[in-house]
């Protein structure tokens, strides 16, 4: 079909044919009346064009899926080498039914191209409203590493002024990253011990402040929007007994505030003439913001080897990318399991953490319940926090399993390369894919809980004892 302005692909074959016996002509618009005719006569004998041309585009479509798909393969075959992401391979077992509805969906994704558009940040995947405007988590390792400088001066900051604790003033989203990587790393050797306040009990707020040396702490004030009730209480009582304790002029210079910009704590900040201020971004929301400001102040703060951090998440982030096949992407197979679960009335998930990241089922709790509970189906109310009981150490887990001796997500059940060191990669990436896709798979389709336990489980081998505390920057 040639005719005057159009462009088409013909493949191989047909372009043999045509230079052997084909004639250059303008063959779209010849005999247009006797093609009428045909195309009249067509459902009268019951043949819809329109099931045809379907049929013909839905069967080209997976033809381009198909070989896209192959190139991928063949592309992340020829490229293993050192530079090529080190994450274990991760492992599911399902019951049959849901193990189809997870092909299907797997299926979905990869035809209609879902993982290159979550990466384009197209809202369409949701409802196609301001989703777009909160997916800036996507691209959060590559800007910290671009200004980790700024990470390193704040530390070689905390370190050289005489600080003996931090204290962030926080609550939920802000301060979830900071308590995790308190509990995982605990104090690193020549940095000031980190301590993170959530709670308005005025118990707990005196409990703190009898753990600190007032003259001798950096306070952190987290919040995103700068007018959360609970950090601007904090920072209000915490700045008056800290001009009690060293006097007014020198009061500012103990506080630090994390903001997005504009906000109302960044002209208080300002005002009071704080030590620093670092901004957040818009587009993350509080608990997607680990890997920000408000999750990487603190942890340069504290002592972590925050380069190493990012370089280590960046692994994982590179396995979630667009390119890589739908059946080999961990954030997008866990993702889809998810969503697809919840969907089928599974609104319930267990997180069994190792013992020596224990502490991340809490971040994870609020990830999984708060994010994905907005429309819908809640998928989260139940995270286990404890290690598994020591007569199942050893054994396979039936239950979602993070960080034995291996980088978590990607589980396995053999010991990764890396047995040795544990591993927090998952502390910030890619729980918040998984948490997106399932979301984009389940929102707006609340479903009754289902009355049969889930049998369905991402299995690994689980630790054989308690580990001790992590080395600091792994």
Same mark, same amino acid.
């Given at each position: 079909?040639?005719?005057?302005?159009?462009?088409?692909?013909?493949?191989?074959?047909?372009?043999?044919?045509?230079?052997?016996?084909?004639?250059?002509?303008?063959?779209?618009?010849?005999?247009?009346?006797?093609?009428?005719?045909?195309? %009249?006569?067509?459902?009268?004998?019951?043949?819809?064009?329109?099931?045809?041309?379907?049929?013909?585009?839905?069967?080209?479509?997976?033809?381009?899926?198909?070989?896209?798909?192959?190139?991928?393969?063949?592309? %992340?075959?020829?490229?293993?080498?050192?530079?090529?992401?080190?994450?274990?391979?991760?492992?599911?077992?399902?019951?049959?039914?849901?193990?189809?509805?997870?092909?299907?969906?797997?299926?979905?994704?990869?035809?209609?191209?879902?993982?290159?558009?979550?990466?384009?940040?197209?809202?369409?995947?949701?409802?196609?409203?301001?989703?777009?405007?909160?997916?800036?988590?996507?691209?959060?390792?590559?800007?910290?590493?671009?200004?980790?400088?700024?990470?390193?001066?704040?530390?070689?900051?905390?370190?050289?002024?005489?600080?003996?604790?931090?204290?962030?003033?926080?609550?939920?989203?802000? /301060?979830?990253?900071? %308590?995790?990587?308190?509990?995982?790393?605990?104090?690193?050797?020549?940095?000031?011990?980190?301590?993170?306040?959530?709670?308005?009990?005025?118990?707990?707020?005196?409990?703190?402040? /009898?753990?600190?040396?007032?003259?001798?702490?950096?306070?952190?004030?987290?919040?995103?929007?700068?007018?959360?009730?609970?950090?601007?209480?904090?920072?209000?009582?915490?700045?008056?007994?800290?001009?009690?304790?060293?006097?007014?002029?020198?009061?500012?210079?103990?506080?630090?505030?994390?903001?997005?910009?504009?906000?109302?704590?960044?002209?208080?900040?300002?005002?009071?003439?704080?030590?620093?201020?670092?901004?957040?971004?818009? /587009?993350?929301?509080?608990?997607?913001?680990?890997?920000?400001?408000?999750?990487?102040?603190?942890?340069?703060?504290?002592?972590?080897?925050?380069?190493?951090?990012?370089?280590?998440?960046?692994?994982?982030?590179?396995?979630?990318?667009?390119?890589?096949?739908?059946?080999?992407?961990?954030?997008?197979?866990?993702?889809?399991?998810?969503?697809?679960?919840?969907?089928?009335?599974?609104?319930?998930?267990?997180?069994?953490?190792?013992?020596?990241?224990?502490?991340?089922?809490?971040?994870?709790?609020?990830?999984?319940?708060?994010?994905?509970?907005?429309?819908?189906?809640?998928?989260?109310?139940?995270?286990?926090?404890?290690?598994?009981?020591?007569?199942?150490?050893?054994?396979?887990?039936?239950?979602?399993?993070?960080?034995?001796?291996?980088?978590?997500?990607?589980?396995?059940?053999?010991?990764?390369?890396?047995?040795?060191?544990?591993?927090?990669?998952?502390?910030?990436?890619?729980?918040?894919?998984?948490?997106?896709?399932?979301?984009?798979?389940?929102?707006?389709?609340?479903?009754?809980?289902?009355?049969?336990?889930?049998?369905? /489980?991402?299995?690994?081998?689980?630790?054989?004892?308690?580990?001790?505390?992590?080395?600091?920057?792994?």
């Amino acid at each position: 079909m040639i005719g005057k302005d159009t462009v088409n692909t013909i493949p191989p074959a047909t372009f043999d044919a045509f230079r052997d016996h084909g004639k250059l002509r303008n063959s779209l618009t010849e005999n247009l009346a006797a093609a009428k005719e045909t195309m %009249e006569t067509l459902p009268k004998v019951g043949i819809s064009m329109k099931e045809v041309t379907d049929k013909l585009t839905n069967d080209g479509v997976k033809l381009f899926a198909d070989a896209f798909d192959q190139l991928l393969a063949a592309v %992340e075959k020829s490229s293993k080498s050192a530079t090529t992401p080190r994450v274990s391979r991760q492992t599911h077992t399902l019951p049959k039914e849901l193990a189809a509805a997870v092909k299907t969906a797997a299926d979905d994704w990869r035809a209609n191209g879902k993982v290159r558009r979550l990466w384009q940040r197209d809202a369409s995947l949701w409802t196609g409203a301001d989703e777009a405007n909160w997916l800036g988590w996507l691209g959060i390792t590559d800007d910290q590493l671009a200004h980790n400088d700024n990470l390193r001066k704040l530390a070689d900051d905390a370190k050289s002024g005489g600080f003996a604790h931090v204290l962030v003033l926080g609550m939920g989203g802000s /301060s979830l990253c900071p %308590e995790v990587l308190r509990l995982t790393y605990g104090k690193i050797a020549g940095y000031p011990e980190l301590h993170v306040l959530d709670s308005t009990d005025p118990a707990q707020v005196k409990s703190f402040e /009898s753990k600190i040396d007032l003259a001798k702490t950096l306070f952190i004030v987290s919040s995103k929007s700068g007018s959360t009730l609970e950090p601007n209480i904090f920072k209000q009582y915490f700045f008056e007994r800290v001009k009690q304790t060293v006097g007014a002029d020198k009061a500012g210079s103990r506080f630090l505030a994390i903001t997005d910009p504009g906000s109302k704590l960044q002209q208080v900040a300002e005002g009071d003439k704080f030590r620093h201020i670092f901004f957040g971004l818009p /587009s993350i929301g509080g608990r997607y913001s680990a890997l920000s400001n408000f999750g990487l102040v603190p942890a340069a703060v504290m002592g972590l080897d925050t380069k190493k951090f990012l370089d280590r998440t960046e692994e994982m982030v590179q396995a979630c990318a667009s390119c890589v096949p739908v059946e080999e992407n961990p954030g997008v197979v866990l993702g889809l399991i998810l969503g697809t679960a919840a969907k089928a009335g599974r609104d319930k998930a267990t997180v069994v953490a190792s013992p020596g990241i224990s502490d991340l089922g809490a971040w994870l709790e609020q990830l999984l319940a708060e994010s994905t509970g907005k429309q819908g189906t809640e998928l989260s109310r139940s995270t286990a926090k404890p290690s598994m009981p020591q007569r199942y150490m050893g054994t396979t887990a039936s239950l979602p399993t993070c960080g034995s001796n291996r980088p978590p997500m990607r589980s396995r059940t053999r010991k990764s390369p890396r047995s040795k060191k544990r591993d927090t990669r998952c502390c910030g990436s890619p729980w918040p894919t998984p948490t997106t896709w399932d979301r984009s798979s389940s929102a707006g389709r609340s479903q009754p809980p289902s009355q049969v336990p889930s049998s369905a /489980s991402i299995r690994s081998i689980s630790p054989t004892s308690k580990p001790a505390r992590l080395p600091p920057g792994i």
